[in-house]
């Protein structure tokens, strides 16, 4: 063997422990990556199952406030419609009575007056002046 052929042993030797270390440290970098994901499954799947019944949960009381939401749509066109309903029939009524508190609150003024109201005076060819009384019209 010449000097040429045992350095080629030694290199191939020398490669063959560099590999060997390779795979080994791949093979702990495995093991601890399989550990690492056995931890996290063991974390994992019981925050998974919590998260399920909050989701359940949640979607429970939100079908809950649908059917309130519905509810209160309901009786928020149940009271419009009363509330029109009420309007139609006391609207005239009220109309009537704000006019007889107007004519009401007129006469009162006029009968407390001491001196008379110059719309009210009746001028001289005025109709009303014209007019006899029945007496008058018997008599002449």
Do not use: F, H
Request: aromatic content about 0%.
């Amino acid at each position: 063997m010449n000097g040429l052929s045992v350095v080629l042993i030694v290199v191939a030797i020398v490669g063959l422990v560099v590999v060997a270390m390779a795979v080994q440290s791949l093979v702990m970098t495995l093991r601890s990556l399989r550990e690492t994901v056995d931890d996290l499954r063991r974390e994992t799947l019981p925050a998974i199952a919590e998260l399920r019944a909050t989701v359940d949960a949640a979607n429970g009381e939100l079908q809950r406030v649908d059917s309130l939401l519905d509810t209160a749509e309901d009786v928020s066109a149940r009271v419009d419609a009363t509330s029109k309903l009420t309007w139609m029939v006391v609207r005239n009524p009220l109309v009537k009575l704000a006019s007889a508190s107007v004519a009401t609150e007129r006469v009162a003024r006029r009968l407390g007056r001491t001196e008379p109201d110059p719309r009210l005076a009746l001028e001289p060819g005025d109709a009303r002046t014209t007019r006899r009384s029945r007496r008058e019209r018997k008599a002449g």
